[in-house]
């Protein structure tokens, strides 16, 4: 697990392989991450905008950006965390993904930008 903590928000990722998701013979291979954000700060804060930059080991870029997360801006009280589950597809069996939030405060509607650590995307037998 990769963690980092950004003005307060702290951003934890998990990574897994998906085996049945993934055609390694036509290069390509499916990871999904969750994703956890927890507020430690004492306001409230509603996650408004997502970007990201994945990187595959034979030096492909693309960078996804969009409105919330899986369909959703939630708001994060103070003391409370937001998880969801999404999914990444690569053209080799290793690669990253790191990127950023565009958070907000509600209480009085200050945009702030949150990171999310760069971590690795890596099919089980490379690790061995």
């Known amino acids: 697990m990769v963690t ?17 998701h993934s055609n390694p013979v036509n290069g390509h291979f499916m990871f999904a991450y969750r994703i956890t954000i927890e ?6 804060v509603q996650l408004k905008r997502r970007q990201w930059f994945i990187f595959d080991s034979n030096g492909t870029q693309r960078q996804v950006e969009g409105e919330g997360v899986v369909g959703e801006q939630p708001v994060i009280e103070p003391g409370e965390s937001h998880a969801y589950v999404s999914a ?18 509600i209480a009085d509607h200050k945009d702030f930008i949150v990171d999310i650590p760069e971590f690795e995307l890596i099919v089980p037998y490379r690790l061995n």
């Open 4 to 20: 980092a903590i950004t003005l307060g928000v702290k951003i934890s990722v998990d990574t897994s392989y998906q085996d049945e």
């Open 39 to 44: 507020n430690l700060t004492e306001y409230a």
């Open 88 to 105: 990444c597809n690569l053209n080799t069996d290793m690669g990253s993904m790191k990127g950023n939030y565009l958070m907000q405060r």
